[in-house]
C-alpha cells in the first residue's frame, strides 16, 4: 500500500468511524482502483530484433495488449522522427508505411526498399500519460560474395587449383552459382577434363570449384557468379614448378622465395675476414 493510500486509510479511521468507513473505503474506492497488468502493454515475447536485406521489403512488428482507446505510434531513433500514427504515416518518405488489420494486437512498420542507413533502433510507443515504449532494432545486410584467397592464387604447374566462393546475407540459397573463366562460362563436358564444382547450400553457401592437373592455360580470371547476389573475382597464376614458386598467404598478398647467389659469397667473404 502506498504512503498515500495508508494516510487516506487513516484519516478514514478518525473522522468517519472504523468499521463503516473502511466498508464505504473498500467499496466506493478500493474497487475502482486499477489492478495492476490490466492496463494497455507490449507482449515481450515478441522478437525486438530484426535483420533485412537490401532492397527487400521488411516488416517490423510489435504487439500490444489492453491497448483500448490508446493509439501507437513508431518512431525512428536516429532522428527522433515520428514515422506512423495509428494506421496513418506521417513521413514524407514513402518507403514507410504503417500497417494494422482490425481488432489485431500487432502493429507493423512496413519499409519498402530498405538501405543499409535504415539500420538503428525504432520505438513502438504506446500513447499512455506519459508514453510507454518498446525499442527494436533494424539491421539491413547486402548480400556478400567472397573468393577466398582473391584476389591472386599462385599454383604450380600439374596441381590442383581449389577455389571456394562464399555467398552471405543472400535472402534465399542461389538457385544458380555459376562460375566463368575469362569471361567465359566453365563447360564441365569441355574434353579438358578433370572440373568438379561442389555447392552446399544453406545460410551460407558454399561453392567449391576443382581443376585437376593445372595448365598454364588455367591461369587467367575466374569469377563466381550467384543468380541473387554480386560476383566475385580471382586471378590465377600457374607456375612451373622449376621457376621460383609463390607462396599464397590467404589475403590476398603473395611472396617470392628466391635464391641469391650473391648473398651466398657476401656471406663467405665476411667469415673469412672476422
Not at 13 to 41: A, I, V
Not at 185 to 205: A, C, H, M, Q, W
Not at 252 to 263: I, V
Amino acid at each position: 500500500m502506498s504512503a498515500s493510500l495508508s494516510i487516506l486509510v487513516c484519516l478514514l479511521f478518525s473522522f468517519g468511524g472504523s468499521t463503516n468507513s473502511l466498508r464505504n473505503f473498500r467499496t466506493d474506492f478500493l474497487e475502482e482502483w486499477p489492478t495492476p497488468g490490466t492496463g494497455p502493454h507490449f507482449d515481450i515475447v515478441m522478437p525486438s530484433n530484426f535483420t533485412g536485406l537490401v532492397g527487400q521489403t521488411v516488416h517490423l512488428v510489435c504487439k500490444v495488449k489492453n491497448l483500448g482507446n490508446r493509439t501507437v505510434s513508431w518512431i525512428r531513433h536516429r532522428d527522433i522522427h515520428l514515422l506512423t500514427v495509428g494506421r496513418y504515416t506521417y513521413t514524407s518518405d514513402q518507403r514507410f508505411e504503417a500497417l494494422h488489420s482490425p481488432h489485431s494486437e500487432e502493429w507493423t512498420l512496413r519499409i519498402k526498399y530498405p538501405q543499409r542507413k535504415d539500420s538503428g533502433t525504432y520505438e513502438c510507443q504506446i500513447s499512455t500519460t506519459p508514453p510507454i515504449g518498446h525499442p527494436v532494432y533494424l539491421t539491413v545486410v547486402e548480400p556478400v560474395t567472397i573468393i577466398v584467397g582473391a584476389p591472386d592464387l599462385f599454383v604450380n604447374k600439374g596441381s590442383t587449383i581449389n577455389l571456394t566462393c562464399l555467398v552471405k546475407y543472400a535472402p534465399e540459397p542461389p538457385p544458380m552459382m555459376v562460375w566463368s573463366h575469362n569471361s567465359e562460362e566453365i563447360n564441365f563436358d569441355s574434353p579438358r577434363g578433370g572440373i568438379s564444382l561442389v555447392t552446399e547450400k544453406g545460410p551460407e553457401t558454399t561453392s567449391r570449384l576443382m581443376i585437376q592437373k593445372a595448365m598454364p592455360s588455367d591461369s587467367g580470371k575466374y569469377t563466381c557468379g550467384p543468380s541473387n547476389a554480386n560476383p566475385s573475382t580471382i586471378r590465377v597464376h600457374v607456375v612451373n614448378e622449376e621457376h621460383p614458386a609463390a607462396m599464397h598467404h590467404g589475403e590476398g598478398r603473395t611472396s617470392y622465395h628466391r635464391e641469391n647467389p650473391m648473398c651466398f659469397i657476401i656471406l663467405i667473404i665476411t667469415i673469412m675476414f672476422i
